[in-house]
């Protein structure tokens, strides 16, 4: 008799594993081994060991709960499993699942996934997402996939996840691409490989780097990104208009800005890829990358900050940050980050 592929599930929280009393709103109470539990066909899926680590929202996660997670996980491939499954909350795991991506560079199939129903409501999605996470975490075909997300029977790569509705079943979406793959009843179809991936080395004892994110706006004055240096963060997304556009007064606010911390833009938009030489205006991409400023290519907004702060705690050097995102926007094979620099 062939042995199930092993496969370790990593329980955060979040909707997938809350519920409510009669009349009451939802609160997360559910470990990781009663959502296993009320998921049974998983168990005829793959041989399956549960570790709840966290019992909070999504929002209450932090990047030293990611850096945990990545220790833990290493551990458990260390140990001999074919696949892991991490299920949270649906709030912050666009930037959880991209920066677990970032941290790592696992050949086993690394699965993200979660709820938007919680297992009080009618129609609760949970358990059927951590079913068909479970057949990707342990599908050999979903090797060397990098961190995906699947939900809603989509597999979806982390690069490019976005949590694009606040409730619908069908709130993951890969904008420009989408789904690289699905699940049809016990099948893995794998649709498309990525080209390469992007690994940042993080040492488990790096210095925290505190990255703000601003969103610019309408008749936006820039008070408030000028306060961005005093208020001590160490760089700063800001989503432009556009292709990477920004009022002509605010243009030498951020070359300001920029001439203390690394200041990269991208497009409020979150789609496509940015400008960098179409306008010359004051204000337009490429004033903006005159003035020192880092453009995100097609790295969106949630995922460059991401991004960003990883890089600064690498100890990656400013002048190497445009060509992170360059990499992080194409890579070929497997691209390595470091203080060092790059390597493949």
């Given at each position: 008799?062939t042995s199930l592929?092993r496969v370790?599930?990593?329980?955060?929280?979040?909707?997938?594993?809350s519920?409510?009393?009669s009349g009451q709103?939802a609160?997360v109470r559910i470990?990781g081994a009663e959502?296993?539990g009320g998921?049974?066909?998983?168990r005829?899926?793959?041989a399956v060991?549960?570790?709840?680590?966290?019992?909070?929202p999504?929002g209450?996660?932090?990047?030293?709960?990611?850096l945990g997670?990545?220790s833990?996980?290493?551990?458990a491939?260390?140990?001999?499993?074919?696949?892991?499954?991490v299920?949270?909350?649906t709030d912050t795991?666009?930037?959880?699942?991209y920066?677990?991506?970032l941290?790592?560079?696992?050949?086993?199939p690394?699965?993200?996934t979660?709820?938007?129903?919680?297992?009080?409501?009618?129609?609760?999605?949970?358990?059927a997402n951590?079913?068909a996470?479970?057949r990707?975490?342990?599908c050999?075909?979903?090797?060397?996939?990098?961190t995906t997300?699947v939900?809603?029977?989509?597999?979806?790569?982390s690069r490019?996840v976005?949590k694009?509705?606040?409730?619908?079943?069908?709130?993951?979406?890969?904008?420009?691409?989408?789904?690289?793959?699905?699940v049809?009843?016990d099948?893995v179809?794998?649709l498309?490989r990525p080209?390469g991936?992007?690994?940042v080395?993080?040492?488990?004892?790096?210095?925290?780097?505190?990255?703000a994110q601003?969103?610019?706006?309408f008749?936006?004055?820039?008070?408030i990104?000028?306060?961005?240096?005093a208020?001590?963060y160490d760089g700063?997304v800001?989503?432009?208009f556009?292709?990477?556009?920004?009022?002509s007064?605010?243009a030498?606010i951020?070359?300001k800005v920029?001439?203390q911390?690394?200041?990269v833009?991208?497009?409020?938009?979150?789609?496509?890829?940015?400008?960098r030489?179409?306008?010359?205006?004051p204000?337009?991409?490429?004033d903006?990358?005159?003035?020192?400023?880092v453009?995100?290519?097609?790295?969106g907004?949630?995922?460059a900050?991401?991004?960003?702060?990883l890089?600064l705690m690498?100890?990656?050097?400013?002048e190497?940050?445009?060509?992170?995102?360059?990499q992080?926007?194409?890579?070929h094979?497997?691209?390595?980050?470091?203080?060092?620099g790059p390597?493949a």
């Amino acid at each position: 008799m062939t042995s199930l592929p092993r496969v370790a599930v990593f329980a955060l929280g979040g909707t997938i594993a809350s519920s409510a009393d009669s009349g009451q709103a939802a609160t997360v109470r559910i470990t990781g081994a009663e959502l296993l539990g009320g998921v049974p066909e998983a168990r005829q899926v793959a041989a399956v060991e549960v570790h709840t680590l966290k019992m909070v929202p999504s929002g209450d996660l932090r990047l030293p709960d990611l850096l945990g997670l990545r220790s833990r996980v290493e551990a458990a491939v260390r140990s001999g499993v074919d696949g892991v499954v991490v299920t949270q909350g649906t709030d912050t795991l666009e930037e959880t699942s991209y920066a677990f991506e970032l941290l790592t560079s696992l050949e086993v199939p690394v699965v993200f996934t979660g709820a938007m129903r919680n297992s009080s409501l009618p129609g609760s999605d949970g358990p059927a997402n951590l079913l068909a996470a479970v057949r990707v975490a342990a599908c050999p075909q979903a090797r060397g996939l990098g961190t995906t997300v699947v939900f809603n029977d989509e597999i979806h790569s982390s690069r490019h996840v976005r949590k694009a509705h606040p409730s619908s079943t069908s709130a993951f979406a890969s904008p420009g691409l989408g789904p690289i793959g699905y699940v049809s009843e016990d099948r893995v179809r794998i649709l498309m490989r990525p080209a390469g991936r992007l690994h940042v080395r993080v040492p488990a004892a790096a210095a925290d780097a505190r990255v703000a994110q601003l969103t610019v706006f309408f008749d936006d004055d820039g008070r408030i990104i000028e306060t961005v240096p005093a208020l001590g963060y160490d760089g700063l997304v800001v989503a432009a208009f556009g292709g990477g556009h920004v009022p002509s007064w605010i243009a030498p606010i951020l070359a300001k800005v920029a001439e203390q911390i690394p200041v990269v833009f991208t497009s409020r938009t979150n789609a496509g890829e940015g400008l960098r030489q179409t306008y010359a205006y004051p204000g337009s991409e490429s004033d903006l990358i005159s003035r020192g400023l880092v453009p995100a290519v097609s790295v969106g907004t949630s995922h460059a900050t991401v991004l960003l702060r990883l890089l600064l705690m690498a100890g990656v050097e400013r002048e190497a940050l445009a060509w992170c995102f360059e990499q992080a926007s194409d890579p070929h094979g497997l691209v390595s980050i470091s203080a060092g620099g790059p390597s493949a």
